[in-house]
């Protein structure tokens, strides 16, 4: 089946919302937003900040990942009555790590159009401000929250040589900072905080000193990393360690030394043993 998207018929617009700065929102976007019968929307409180600025006067009705089983029905009663309703998220695009796939699905389910506004999305700026390849890149967004989950997903991306976007909170920034580099080792990476906003903040660097550098994070961050190619300082460590323990060097003593020398984690460089073995 092909959606014509514009044809005359009740449809729902995704539509982006401001991550930061009020401007940062379409004329077309604000043209749905007053165009349409209802606007469903992540926290209507937030949305109605925007509403009052852009002087926006159509019904909010909430809609959050906590009531979408129950709030689809009365989406798709809208549309089977020919009016065209809208999807938005508190800032950003609904959908990229925000709520909105059940009620999308449901309705193109149901047989309606489905149409998505370009707009606002935190990682885009991220990626383009981090001076780190962006030609082959994976949005990931938030990892696991459960500490041996994150630690798997990352053992996968590890394996994938593209640079990779991630989202984080500020209460678990070290700990996903710390199980990069673990399991990845010190990579060039790209911190991104406050997208949009007036503390924005960009940080360049690797992550052994992103770690001592956010003793106190705050705001939303974006992570983005870069794993085009295999680490040749970690190769060349594992080399030397291997060789260190060749000539008769215990090898917890050459793991503490190649990991000081190269500034490299003593799990990597054990991860990298064990795997060796196999």
């Known amino acids: 089946m092909i959606q014509k998207s514009y044809d005359d018929k009740s449809k729902l617009y995704i539509v982006p919302t401001p991550i930061g700065n009020m401007l940062d929102i379409t004329l077309r976007a604000i043209e749905i937003l007053k165009g349409v019968s209802v606007v469903y929307s992540e926290d209507t409180r937030v949305t109605k900040i925007l509403f009052n600025h852009y002087k926006i006067k159509t019904k909010l009705i909430s809609c959050h990942k906590f009531n979408e089983m129950s709030i689809y029905p009365q989406v798709i009663h809208n549309l089977q009555e020919g009016k065209s309703v809208a999807l938005v998220t508190d800032r950003g695009t609904p959908l990229i ?116 550098l956010f003793k106190e994070p705050k705001g939303e961050f974006v992570i983005i990393v870069d794993n085009n190619e295999i680490n040749k300082n970690e190769t060349l460590a594992f080399s030397e360690m291997n060789e260190l323990i060749s000539y008769g060097m215990e090898k917890k003593n050459a793991m503490k030394y190649i990991s000081k020398k190269y500034n490299i984690s003593k799990n990597l460089l054990y991860n990298m043993f064990e795997e060796k073995k196999q």
Not at 103 to 130: H, W
Not at 152 to 161: A, G
């Open 97 to 212: 790590s925000d709520p909105g796939y059940v009620v999308v699905n449901k309705v193109i389910e149901s047989g309606y159009s489905v149409v998505a506004l370009p707009g606002a999305c935190a990682f885009l700026p991220a990626l383009n401000m981090s001076n780190i390849k962006s030609d082959r890149f994976i949005f990931y967004g938030f990892l696991s929250n459960k500490n041996e989950e994150c630690k798997r997903e990352l053992e996968v991306l590890k394996n994938i040589n593209f640079t990779f976007v991630l989202y984080e909170s500020p209460h678990r920034l070290i700990k996903t900072l710390q199980n990069i580099n673990n399991i990845l080792g010190n990579k060039i990476i790209s911190i991104s905080r406050e997208i949009s906003k007036v503390y924005e903040e960009v940080y360049r660097g690797n992550v052994a000193d992103a770690i001592k």
